[in-house]
């Protein structure tokens, strides 16, 4: 009688599947979501308009179809925004269904949030249970650059939702390996394209090597299955580009933040490629274009980037546990099986970190400190997997040691970045340091379990005291412009340009900015280089410039500052004589800058609603956004001349006198600064001088006009 061989043992992840639906977790599930929801919302409509740029946007698209499509600046289709409009088409349709205000516009972006986090917990709590999910998707909520991102109207918060929904569904595929999940992660990188351009494109070397390596099919239909996923995300993100190239250029609007009026160019120049050898045709260096290979202004490119100040306390808090994370969780999984849940997992969300880390470390063009946002993520799900991994093979010694390498760097990290506002919370970065200290030696050694959960309740103070406090204060302060900040005013040291002290884009009290005033190079306190005193912008930043067109000077020949974040004040509350905050309905203001929008008074307002309908533009400004204060406003186009800066070629000088000549425009709004439009040989800078010459300028409340339906 023969007897029967028993197989061999297949090698396995270091604990069987985690145990489903315990009774606790949907309740704390529910707490979760509802409390990052009632968080977000809270002191929702303190940011007005936010990015009043965007706004402007969502404004004309809730009242045009037209607009809605390509993602118009104006209702009368003058120009895009820089971007493709997918951002643009939630809050659009929020604001057509409950009209134009702060809250239509920004609960979108907070219900992505909340979206998000359960998207996380979704997510890891597949292959690693419930108690990796609901942690991941804690760190998620309380990430500082998240709490602010979900809460504000740039394209990064569903751009970072459908990322993370492309994981989910590629974690679908690499447990059943049907097609439709394929086909669904490559549609939602197609969306993600239509949201932000290129750099979706980051998280998709992770995405295929993770079913590369783990898909359950043979090697051959896996690799098929790729391409198809690759298909759809052509298919996806194509269709609207094809629509705009093949659209007359005549019936459409201008590509905004392109030279030839291309989707094309703006997807591989401006927003795509010269992102990372800063070479981009448009971006703003000292006195003109950066040279190729940037010149530091976004931060010094490097490995350490994530770190400096400017990002620092935005992200870099948990990336040190993260990354020990990834080693830690590779080697528990040891020889198990290619198919392995829990190591493609750590595979599809170490490369995403790793992968997206790098790029933003070393690319050489334009860098702002909220595109982390990206990151947040990936840091999220490998703190929740790696916690609990850790956490059940804590008798190991080298994984009690692993445990102590985390947390000590976590405490390090925070120390460090708690350090650089000491005079804000200074309790909490010596609290910090004492519990750290304390966590790091106490998870080193075998403990009864009670205080093992000691040890851990210390481990979750020390990696998350730092975040939750920065995220309570972005939710507390009042955030507007195009460079949002978390969190204190942080010193700036380094290759940081000296455009101030204080690094944060945000208002405290809604009228100026609520950290220490900076100096301008060139100049004293309070005045721009060369001497001249600002105007037409309520802040200068001190950290990076914006996303804009070359540097130089305006239209006229005025020379102009290298960003407006945080502007040396001349007025209350860091404010410029004679100007507000832009942000929402409010106080009155000048005509705007590069990074905030104008707030019209009343009188002004008045003026231009009248009659203002019997004209395709109310009125035309150089810049988006001194346009947008005045559009929102009156809910009436007014056209941005030259776009985003003032420097894209639109309209040219013959159509603006054609539009002047067929009574299409009525008023020109003059005396702003715009943006950075490059020489006074730029279109802007020629429509400017030409309605200098020919129409007579009136005063209004500090507002320049000039009415161009007057005989001349």
């Known amino acids: 009688m023969t007897a029967t061989l028993a197989p061999p043992p297949v090698a396995t992840s270091p604990q069987p599947a985690p145990k489903r639906n315990v009774r606790w977790e949907y309740p704390a599930l529910a707490t ?47 120009i895009t925004v820089d971007k493709p409009p997918a951002s643009l088409w939630l809050m659009e349709l929020s604001v057509r269904a409950f009209g134009l205000n702060s809250w239509s516009i920004l609960v979108p972006e907070v219900l992505l949030g909340v979206g998000s986090v359960a998207l996380v917990w979704a997510t890891v709590r597949r292959p690693f249970g419930p108690a990796a999910g609901l942690l991941a998707g804690l760190v998620l909520a309380v990430t500082p650059v998240a709490a602010l991102m979900f809460r504000f109207n740039n394209p990064d918060a569903l751009l970072a939702f459908l990322m993370i929904a492309a994981a989910w569904a590629m974690t679908r595929a690499v447990e059943d390996g049907r097609w439709r999940w394929l086909v669904s992660t490559g549609a939602l990188i197609g969306l993600g394209f239509l949201t932000k351009q290129l750099q979706v494109l980051l998280v998709v070397p992770a995405l295929a090597l993770t079913y590369l390596i783990a898909g359950p099919p043979k090697l051959g239909k896996r690799i098929v299955q790729l391409f198809a996923a690759g298909a759809a995300m052509v298919v996806a993100a194509g269709w609207w580009l094809l629509a705009v190239e093949l659209w007359p250029t005549s019936s459409r609007p201008w590509i905004g933040g392109s030279h030839e009026n291309s989707i094309l160019e703006l997807t591989l120049g401006y927003n795509g490629l010269g992102r990372l050898n800063g070479n981009e045709r448009g971006s703003v260096g000292p006195g003109g274009d950066l040279p190729a290979g940037g010149n530091g202004m976004w931060g010094s490119p490097g490995i350490t980037r994530m770190f400096e100040p400017a990002q620092g306390g935005q992200i870099a808090w948990l990336i040190p546990a993260a990354l020990v994370a990834i080693v830690i969780g590779i080697l528990l999984c040891g020889k198990a099986v290619r198919t392995d849940r829990q190591r493609a997992s750590l595979i599809l969300w170490g490369g995403w970190l790793l992968v997206t880390g790098l790029v933003f470390s070393f690319m050489a063009g334009i860098f702002h400190q909220y595109y982390t946002v990206a990151l947040a993520p990936a840091i999220a799900a490998l703190v929740g997997a790696g916690a609990v991994l850790l956490w059940r093979e804590r008798r190991r010694l080298w994984v009690r040691l692993g445990m102590a390498l985390a947390v000590g760097l976590t405490t390090a990290t925070a120390w460090m970045l708690l350090s650089r506002s000491a005079e804000w919370q200074p309790w909490l970065r010596w609290t910090v340091l004492v519990v750290g200290v304390l966590a790091t030696i106490a998870v080193v050694f075998p403990t009864p379990r009670k205080l093992a959960v000691v040890s851990a309740l210390a481990v979750a103070f020390t990696g998350l005291a730092g975040p939750v406090a920065y995220a309570v204060d972005a ?55 060369g001497g001249q005193a600002p105007g037409g912008a309520d802040s200068m930043p001190s950290g990076p410039p914006p996303d804009a067109g070359s540097q130089g000077t305006m239209p006229g020949g005025q020379q102009t500052p290298q960003s407006t974040e945080q502007m040396p004040s001349t007025g209350p509350q860091g404010m410029p004589a004679g100007t507000a905050a832009a942000g ?38 150089i810049g988006s956004n001194s346009a947008a204060g005045f559009q929102l406003a009156t809910e009436l186009p007014v056209m941005p001349i030259g776009g985003f800066n003032g420097s894209d070629p639109s309209p040219t000088l013959e159509q603006f006198k054609q539009y002047v000549a067929e009574g299409k425009i009525h008023y020109f709004i003059g005396g702003n600064r715009g943006g950075p439009g490059s020489s006074s040989n730029a279109t802007s800078a020629q429509i400017a001088q030409w309605v200098q010459e020919n129409f007579t300028a009136t005063e209004v409340d500090g507002v320049t006009l000039y009415d161009l339906t007057a005989t001349h």
């Open 32 to 78: 979760l979501l509802i409390g990052t929801a009632v968080a977000y919302l809270c002191n929702l409509s303190a940011n007005g308009w936010a990015n009043s740029f965007y706004s402007a946007a969502v404004q004309a698209g809730s009242v045009s179809w037209k607009a809605f499509f390509f993602g118009s600046s104006d209702a009368a289709n003058s």
């Open 475 to 529: 939710i507390a302060t009042t955030h507007a412009g195009s460079m949002p900040s978390a969190g204190p005013n942080v010193a700036m040291r380094g290759n940081r340009p000296p455009w101030g002290e204080g690094m944060n884009g945000r208002r405290g009290d809604g009228q100026g900015m609520n950290g220490r005033a900076g100096q301008m190079p060139g100049g004293p306190q309070g005045t721009m280089p």
């Open 584 to 621: 929402g309905p409010g106080q009155n203001g000048g005509p705007g800058g590069l990074l905030q929008a104008s707030r019209p008074s009343a009188q002004v307002v008045s003026l231009l609603d009248q009659n203002g309908g019997e004209y395709t533009w109310v009125a035309a400004s």
